[in-house]
């Protein structure tokens, strides 16, 4: 890596916090069919609007917004909300970038590193991951990463005309570790 301080790091993978450079990266990633479909608010997001998210998010108190990069080359996002005042239960949310290649597993990589960071660094106690019902791929991630299914919100939130179901993922940290080392071999092969 240069010199963006890692925060999670191993010979090929690295999650660092965002910076200046990531702002219009992020934006063209967030604005791709292929991720804001996917999203809880999937219009386009403006330059003005991202540039007032960007500014808030650096600064941010309550969550954790996280490059992922694989051999140096920024591939993906992870972030961690509802961190304010203590609480040691948070929200997450994910995606690769619409250039990572596929089909060489970055997205499992991703999301270890991520929960790694959530569990050992921030000390959460509960990560939840809310996915639409539609979502297949965010679904299948979630349980090959050890979620448990705690729960649908049926007809919860409206996309244009059409209400959709939210499935509501967690994974606790009494958890981690037993899953951790089950999974860590299957994501990181020798």
Not at 64 to 76: A, K, M, T
Request: net charge negative; glycine share 10%.
């Amino acid at each position: 890596m240069d010199s963006k301080a890692a925060l999670m790091e191993s010979e090929r993978f690295a999650l660092r916090e965002l910076c200046d450079e990531d702002a219009d990266r992020i934006l063209g990633w967030r604005n791709s069919d292929s991720i804001r479909h996917s999203m809880f608010h999937s219009e386009l997001i403006t330059p003005e609007e991202h540039r007032s998210w960007f500014s808030s998010a650096r600064g941010s108190e309550d969550a954790r917004h996280l490059v992922f990069e694989c051999d140096g080359i920024p591939s993906g996002f992870v972030s961690f909300l509802g961190l304010g005042r203590g609480s040691r239960v948070a929200k997450w949310g994910f995606y690769l970038s619409p250039n990572a290649p596929s089909g060489q597993g970055l997205g499992s990589i991703m999301c270890y590193l991520g929960l790694f960071y959530g569990f050992e660094s921030l000390r959460l106690h509960k990560v939840v991951g809310e996915v639409f019902s539609s979502n297949p791929s965010s679904i299948a991630i979630h349980k090959k990463l050890g979620f448990v299914l705690e729960g649908t919100l049926r007809s919860h939130h409206a996309r244009g005309q059409v209400y959709c179901d939210v499935l509501v993922f967690g994974l606790l940290e009494e958890e981690w570790p037993l899953i951790a080392k089950q999974i860590k071999p299957r994501i990181f092969p020798l």
